[in-house]
């Protein structure tokens, strides 16, 4: 029996229709993997958890892309009201990917484009997804030339669980299994470190509430950036440092992560995620 057995199962259908927060308070959390086994089992029992095919953990591939001089990095690390992310996501067990440009304006409002992508191209843009790049670019005022600079930068793999609390009023994702790996090989993994997120309205949900009994308090973080900056000290950390003095400064100690060869060999039917989700970063 795994962690999330003990739950009823829900679909991935029914609980985009019950979870579906016009407005959502989204938060992180940096967990002990040792944790997080007692921090589930005190969850409302009537909390369901994601399956598909008697499966409850799925594996996830995230490349993303920047300019030479890490614009995107940069401003997030600011931060900027004007910023962009840009990334193909994956899901290794179907060998289905998509990719997904999220770009913030300069009143505020975030906009995502997420499309399907040729699984075979997800370490690297083509020529119709750099035009369509620079067409989001001239909407928070970067020069649209500015695409063909992109390249990958940053590649992450998880596990992920998704937990929907009852009667719709939250939704929760588990990543586990975490690991960051640069074009060259370089890279960290957290394996005794999970990253909780909750989604909810306007009240906190069932999971905030078991955290924040338990000591654990929302923390800023990126996988992207937060990443990149462990890897390297020399970019600028502040936004993250109580972080990057904590399990990330460890992981990056410690022996480089390798990317896995090849992707799980039993494929299974994902179908595509909910539109209005935010991007996990």
């Given at each position: 029996?795994?962690?999330?057995?003990?739950?009823?199962?829900?679909?991935?259908?029914?609980?985009?229709?019950?979870?579906?927060?016009?407005?959502?308070?989204?938060?992180?959390?940096?967990?002990?993997?040792?944790?997080?086994?007692?921090?589930?089992?005190?969850?409302?029992?009537?909390?369901?958890?994601?399956?598909?095919?008697?499966?409850?953990?799925?594996?996830?591939?995230?490349?993303?892309f920047d300019t030479p001089d890490l614009?995107?990095?940069?401003?997030?690390?600011?931060?900027?009201?004007?910023?962009?992310?840009?990334?193909?996501?994956?899901?290794?067990?179907?060998?289905?990917?998509?990719?997904?440009?999220?770009?913030?304006?300069?009143?505020?409002?975030?906009?995502?484009?997420?499309?399907?992508?040729?699984?075979?191209?997800?370490?690297?843009?083509?020529?119709?997804?750099?035009?369509?790049?620079?067409?989001?670019?001239?909407?928070?005022?970067?020069?649209?030339?500015?695409?063909?600079?992109?390249?990958?930068?940053?590649?992450?793999?998880?596990?992920?669980?998704?937990?929907?609390?009852?009667?719709?009023?939250?939704?929760?994702?588990?990543?586990?299994?975490?690991?960051?790996?640069?074009?060259?090989?370089?890279?960290?993994?957290?394996?005794?470190?999970?990253?909780?997120?909750?989604?909810?309205?306007?009240?906190?949900?069932?999971?905030?509430?078991?955290?924040?009994?338990?000591?654990?308090?929302?923390?800023?973080?990126?996988?992207?950036?937060?990443?990149?900056?462990?890897?390297?000290?020399?970019?600028?950390?502040?936004?993250?440092?109580?972080?990057?003095?904590?399990?990330?400064?460890?992981?990056?100690?410690?022996?480089?992560?390798?990317?896995?060869?090849?992707?799980?060999?039993?494929?299974?039917?994902?179908p595509e995620e909910d539109p209005s989700?935010?991007?996990?970063?």
């Amino acid at each position: 029996m795994t962690t999330f057995d003990r739950f009823a199962p829900v679909t991935l259908d029914a609980l985009v229709a019950e979870a579906s927060f016009l407005t959502r308070v989204d938060r992180k959390y940096i967990v002990p993997r040792a944790d997080l086994d007692r921090l589930i089992a005190a969850l409302d029992p009537g909390t369901r958890a994601l399956e598909i095919d008697g499966r409850h953990e799925f594996s996830y591939e995230s490349v993303y892309f920047d300019t030479p001089d890490l614009l995107s990095f940069r401003m997030a690390a600011q931060p900027r009201r004007r910023r962009f992310k840009l990334r193909t996501r994956s899901y290794l067990d179907t060998g289905t990917s998509y990719l997904e440009i999220k770009t913030r304006g300069a009143r505020g409002t975030t906009v995502k484009d997420r499309g399907e992508y040729d699984t075979r191209a997800r370490h690297r843009l083509t020529d119709e997804a750099r035009n369509d790049v620079a067409d989001a670019f001239a909407t928070i005022g970067v020069a649209g030339e500015r695409a063909a600079d992109l390249d990958a930068t940053l590649l992450t793999r998880y596990r992920r669980a998704t937990l929907l609390a009852p009667d719709g009023a939250g939704r929760a994702t588990v990543d586990t299994a975490l690991e960051w790996v640069e074009p060259d090989g370089h890279g960290f993994a957290l394996p005794g470190t999970a990253i909780v997120e909750t989604k909810s309205g306007a009240r906190p949900s069932d999971v905030d509430r078991v955290l924040w009994r338990a000591g654990h308090r929302p923390a800023t973080v990126s996988k992207y950036a937060t990443g990149l900056a462990a890897l390297h000290p020399e970019l600028p950390r502040n936004r993250w440092a109580r972080l990057l003095r904590g399990p990330f400064e460890q992981a990056r100690r410690a022996a480089p992560a390798q990317p896995a060869t090849t992707p799980p060999t039993t494929p299974i039917a994902i179908p595509e995620e909910d539109p209005s989700c935010s991007v996990a970063a």
